[in-house]
């Protein structure tokens, strides 16, 4: 790493004590960052690296709620919001017992470049709580997220800050938030949430669109190598909104999707997985994979394990951080791998990233590759901003164009910087750039 961002990290990384996911983010988009500030001092002398490693606020919250059994319950809840150079805070909100600031901290700060890739006005935010809503009835849910927005509706709004899901936070969830939302301001603000509702508010492609993204990116990434997804053999770990959309989009661009996963094992389905059948499985039902590989019979379901294991030429870790390490990542290499897309945010280990690209083969990171969900999500407020819905078709191409134009933006980005095909490089430096500019522009704030 270049001598003068060393001393920022390190200072970063002291302020921030225990927080060990938010250092591994930051140490990934400094190591991209030297050749930019060879070109641009005036970066250095405006401490816009300081700056953007620093949240403009964070808030921490209490969540107090009763069960079914009228037991007290107190969850934590956060909202960082990160950077709003280029537009509102935008960014999701995930409901996992894992989560604690520097969860939070590692995807908001993600979500900056993220958000800036997409060329949408969008600035960076997260937040979330340690909620588990596993096993929990629609009516505790609905009572600790109604609890939830009494605190943070008062951060919130339309031209401020603009949650969505994550991990935990699906359609149900946006709803009882919305809901709260509206009754305590007694406002119709639809740009205030994404993720919502067709029928009041919400986009079409919204709930497909991360996964469709990552497939999309990665499309474009194997058209570099005179290739395509058609008869790839996937692996896509996870079973969750992303993993599915990205199998249903890959398999109708000719692949085969013969392994998926949950926290509990994992399927191989040398057939390739039935979507219907997964998405009434884990949707309707939510329900576990084991139940998937019950009903569709004539599969292998392993119990524990690694689903990176199974031998592929694309891997789409859609499950969650640092799920890929460094051991999976050269079985997978020796398996013959040729790409891997990141539909996860921060999926794959420092280590697991260094195998790929040692390797020579096509890694999309999840900035870059998940980037059509927030981007989506920026659709639906231009649709709610104009008071109007958009066509599935009319939607799905406007993804497309994005995604296309994110990978367009750190390929020529890695080219101009004299790396072509390091994806990491372009995605880091493209998303850098944009907000940096506007940060000066901006100035001192
Ligand atoms: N949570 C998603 C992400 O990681 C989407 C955020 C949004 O739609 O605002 O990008």
């Keep these: 790493m270049d001598a003068r961002l060393e001393a920022i990290r390190d200072t970063v990384l002291a302020r921030n004590p225990g927080e060990a996911e938010f250092h591994q983010a930051v140490v990934e988009v400094f190591e991209s960052l030297g050749p930019v500030h060879d070109r641009h001092p005036e ?27 009228g037991r007290v319950q107190i969850n934590r809840g956060f909202r960082v919001e990160f950077n709003s150079a280029l537009g509102p805070y935008k960014g999701g909100l995930r409901f996992h017992p894992s989560v604690y600031l520097g969860i939070v901290k590692f995807l908001g700060f993600e979500q900056i470049f993220k958000n800036a890739l997409t060329g949408m006005p969008i600035g960076g935010g997260k937040g979330g709580s340690d909620f588990d809503p596993r096993g929990r009835s629609d009516a505790e849910v609905m009572r600790f997220c109604q609890s939830f927005m009494t605190e943070l509706y008062r951060h919130i709004g339309e031209y401020t800050d603009v949650p969505a899901g994550d991990i935990g936070v699906g359609g149900r969830e946006i709803g009882y938030l919305f809901g709260q939302y509206k009754r305590i301001t ?37 058209k570099t190598r005179g290739t395509s997804f058609d008869g790839q053999r996937v692996v896509v770990s996870g079973s969750g909104n992303v993993a599915i959309n990205a199998i249903a989009k890959a398999q109708s661009l000719g692949a085969t999707v013969v392994a998926c996963s949950d926290s509990s094992g994992y399927v191989v389905d040398e057939a390739g997985i039935d979507v219907a059948l997964l998405r009434e499985v884990k949707e309707v039902e939510r329900g576990r994979l084991k139940d998937y590989a019950e009903r569709r019979g004539g599969v292998s379901y392993v119990d524990g394990g690694s689903v990176w294991d199974v031998d592929a030429t694309v891997a789409l870790p859609c499950a969650t951080q640092n799920e890929l390490d460094g051991d999976a990542a050269a079985r997978l290499v020796r398996g013959g791998l040729l790409a891997v897309g990141e539909g996860a945010n921060m999926p794959s280990t420092r280590d697991a990233v260094a195998v790929f690209q040692d390797a020579g083969l096509l890694f999309g990171p999840g900035k870059a590759a998940n980037a059509g969900g927030v981007a989506t999500s920026a659709l639906e407020m231009q649709q709610n901003a104009s008071r109007d819905s958009w066509s599935f078709e009319h939607t799905e191409e406007r993804l497309t164009e994005i995604m296309v134009g994110i990978h367009h933006r750190c390929a020529s980005t890695a080219d101009e910087y004299g790396q072509p095909g390091n994806y990491v490089l372009g995605a880091n430096i493209g998303g850098f750039v944009k907000v940096a500019d506007a940060m000066l522009a901006q100035g001192l704030i």
């Design 186 to 222: 007694n406002r119709y603000e639809s740009g205030v949430l994404t993720g919502k509702g067709i029928s009041w508010g919400g986009s079409l492609v919204r709930p497909e669109a991360t996964g469709f993204g990552t497939v999309i990116f990665t499309h474009e990434m194997l």
């Design 43 to 69: 970066f250095l002398e405006a401490a816009i690296l300081e700056r953007l490693c620093e949240p403009e606020r964070q808030i921490i919250f209490r969540v107090p709620w009763t069960d079914d059994a």
